[in-house]
């Protein structure tokens, strides 16, 4: 007798099931496997999707929920599949396999495991958002993409910095344009001899004159400090909507406009100098 009829047998058995019993529980695999999976999908992953729209969540941590629960969504449908073919340890081995692997994996990708939460909670606190100025470690430029593991900036010289989450998120980010006003100071220098109040009153004049500074608040000034050569008076003023285009242009026409009513008005704008007080002694050598 051949092998393949050892194994049927005459009753029409399998390694000692029966074929019916078999064909049931393929049946029944199949069954909980789309069941499960045309739920997850079609009801499920939607209704999560809509909640996460209706409370304002961006469509990054929208596409992150997604991509998740699709593959939890899998992995239940497998889960269930298993079970309803009778197989139910199969849930007891496949959780031991994915804490080994977890474990496994987690070991051998710790910085990318942390860049991957960071890039989590990135897109979920939204300390920054695509478009925002932002600085970091003495580096600036534009949010270009947020990704899971890594968010994508182009600095203001045009080149493009590839940055992983994990040091954005432990590190303080400054993000000038988070808010609708941005206040700008700038410190003017004028001689000992010059008149303060006249200097004061020309910079809040000039500076209000710009385009793009704002009349509330206004312009004001203060004394900061008493330089070796200079009496320092700073100026602070606000501009709406800030961008680093903006920024720039505003603060350069606003110095620009100081500069030239100072020369107008005589002021004087002294440089740092110093003396040097000493004696050399110059021994001549003796003729040969």
Same mark, same amino acid.
């Given at each position: 007798?051949?092998?393949?009829?050892?194994?049927?047998?005459?009753?029409?058995?399998?390694?000692?099931?029966?074929?019916?019993?078999? #064909?049931?529980?393929?049946?029944?695999?199949?069954?909980?496997?789309?069941?499960?999976?045309?739920?997850?999908?079609?009801?499920?992953?939607?209704?999560?999707?809509?909640?996460?729209?209706?409370?304002?969540?961006?469509?990054?941590?929208?596409?992150?929920?997604?991509?998740?629960?699709?593959?939890?969504?899998?992995?239940?449908?497998?889960?269930?599949?298993?079970?309803a073919a009778g197989?139910? =340890?199969?849930?007891?081995?496949?959780?031991?396999l994915s804490g080994?692997?977890?474990?496994?994996?987690?070991?051998?990708?710790?910085?990318?495991?942390?860049?991957?939460?960071?890039?989590?909670?990135?897109?979920?606190?939204?300390?920054?958002?695509?478009?925002?100025?932002?600085?970091?470690?003495?580096?600036?430029?534009?949010?270009?993409?947020?990704?899971?593991?890594?968010?994508?900036?182009?600095?203001?010289?045009?080149?493009?910095?590839?940055?992983?989450?994990?040091?954005?998120?432990?590190? #303080?980010?400054?993000?000038?344009?988070?808010?609708?006003?941005?206040?700008?100071?700038?410190?003017?220098?004028?001689?000992?001899?010059?008149?303060?109040?006249?200097?004061?009153?020309?910079?809040?004049?000039?500076? =209000?004159?710009?385009?793009?500074?704002?009349?509330?608040?206004?312009?004001?000034?203060?004394? =900061?400090?008493?330089?070796? =050569?200079?009496?320092?008076?700073?100026?602070?003023?606000?501009?709406?909507?800030?961008?680093?285009?903006?920024?720039?242009?505003?603060?350069?026409?606003?110095?620009?406009?100081?500069?030239?009513?100072?020369?107008?008005?005589?002021?004087?704008?002294?440089?740092?100098?110093?003396?040097?007080?000493?004696?050399?002694?110059?021994?001549?050598?003796?003729?040969?």
């Amino acid at each position: 007798m051949s092998m393949t009829a050892l194994q049927f047998g005459l009753s029409g058995e399998l390694f000692g099931v029966s074929l019916s019993a078999l #064909a049931g529980r393929a049946l029944a695999f199949v069954a909980g496997f789309l069941v499960t999976l045309v739920i997850g999908r079609v009801v499920l992953i939607p209704l999560v999707l809509r909640v996460l729209t209706a409370r304002g969540f961006t469509e990054a941590l929208r596409s992150l929920t997604k991509s998740v629960a699709n593959a939890l969504v899998l992995f239940a449908a497998v889960a269930v599949a298993f079970m309803a073919a009778g197989y139910p =340890s199969f849930l007891t081995a496949a959780a031991t396999l994915s804490g080994a692997l977890a474990l496994a994996l987690g070991f051998a990708a710790q910085d990318l495991v942390g860049n991957f939460v960071a890039g989590v909670f990135i897109i979920k606190d939204e300390p920054f958002q695509v478009g925002d100025w932002i600085e970091w470690n003495d580096i600036s430029g534009r949010v270009e993409n947020i990704d899971l593991r890594v968010s994508t900036v182009r600095t203001f010289d045009n080149e493009q910095i590839t940055v992983p989450n994990g040091e954005l998120a432990n590190n #303080a980010i400054t993000n000038p344009v988070a808010y609708e006003k941005l206040r700008q100071k700038f410190v003017f220098g004028i001689g000992y001899d010059d008149d303060i109040d006249l200097a004061r009153e020309a910079i809040i004049e000039e500076i =209000s004159a710009v385009d793009g500074v704002l009349t509330d608040p206004a312009p004001d000034t203060r004394v =900061s400090e008493l330089g070796d =050569s200079a009496v320092g008076i700073q100026a602070r003023f606000w501009i709406d909507d800030p961008d680093r285009g903006d920024y720039v242009a505003v603060r350069s026409s606003a110095v620009q406009a100081v500069k030239e009513r100072f020369d107008a008005e005589g002021i004087d704008m002294p440089y740092v100098y110093r003396q040097l007080v000493g004696e050399i002694d110059v021994n001549e050598r003796p003729a040969e």
